[in-house]
């Protein structure tokens, strides 16, 4: 038998389950005073990611010198599984919760750790992720956007493209070619940069994306001075840091709980006593989330035994967004033949339809389907 991919049994502690009936109270209180419409406009309210930094659930596993809680990331999970299901605004503190911080942390000189990390988790402080580029989104060892070493630090000049609210962030962290790639490795040759976004030279220009709204950008880089200290690890060697990233990327909730509006109003269309065919159809999606769920639990726990889950975690965004991506046709055939008493159907088919709209872009994000399965295979030998 092959144990290549271990899924460690894992439950959630006691204290995750209490910090869960906190999280729930809090979402429910904005809720009531207005702060948010549940799974409304863009995503982004940096008012709303201050009052989370307030309540200490961003950067809530790092160390308290940084601003953290030093809590476990069995908790966090709970607070991410929460906030996604509850539709809450986390756009604006989210990416640098999850990726930005954690590279900070493992690789950032002391003074910028603690100039930044603490604004990061009083939910003040927003980032991009700046790794694709018009020629380089699978193949991101392909990633031309020069940075040379000049006497202030580095010139920057190329362009990054489907940047995630770069328009809105204060910082990225961009993947920059240093070097040229080798003969034995064409990995090589890439560095991590801090990139303060207000740094003279850099223009970005909106991307709308199918559903109308302006979240994606391109990002031109023309003489962009990044000082000498914003260099993140080893020059020429992000290729083994930005993997450990995307393990951080990949295995969350929010990799089939993006779209769980779908579910929860299916099964309020369908009403208490749903048709055979509505009971089977509700129970088969509700067995499936159980089974993602409880591997995506796993990843989280092995994160936080210090393992590097990178595998599982492929698992889990490969089967996790081929779940959701499908969940909106699926709904509409189960509610196929409901009647529209009383305009029953009416906020369902609303939410399909941009359910439905958005749905591509969940086994594009983060690492296509291909990629993930060539990832998975490699990772069993098959390859
Ligand atoms: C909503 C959204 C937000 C995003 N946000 C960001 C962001 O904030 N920052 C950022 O840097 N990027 C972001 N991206 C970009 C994303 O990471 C890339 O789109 C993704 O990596 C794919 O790259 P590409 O679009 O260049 O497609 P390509 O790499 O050109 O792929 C095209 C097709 O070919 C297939 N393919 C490619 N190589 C192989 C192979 N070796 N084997 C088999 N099939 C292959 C792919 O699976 C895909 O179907 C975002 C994308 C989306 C959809």
Redesign the pocket.
Known sequence: MNNKITFDPTRLPPEAETLRAEVRNFLQKEIQIGTFVPHAGDGYDQEFSRKVGDMGWIGMTWPRKYGGQERSHLERYVVTEEFLVAGAPTKAHF?ADRQSGPVLLKYAPESLKQKILPSITRGECSF?????EPD?????FAAKTRAKRCDQGWRVNGR???????HRADYMIALLRTSSATEGNRRYGLTQFLVDMKTPGILVNPII?STGQH??NEVIFEDAILPKDRMLGDVDMAWKQATSELSFERSGPERFLENIYVLTELIRVLGRKPDQRGSEGIGRLVAQLHTLRQMSISVAGMLNAGKEPSLEAAVVKDVGTNWEQKLPNYARDLAAFIDDEGNNRAPFDKLIENATIVSP?YT????????LR?IIARGLGLR
């Open positions: 990416t991009a992720i700046g790794m694709s380089s989104g699978s193949d991101l990054k493209v489907w940047t995630s609210f770069a994306n979240d994606f872009k594009i994000q983060g690492g296509t389907r291909e990629i060539g």
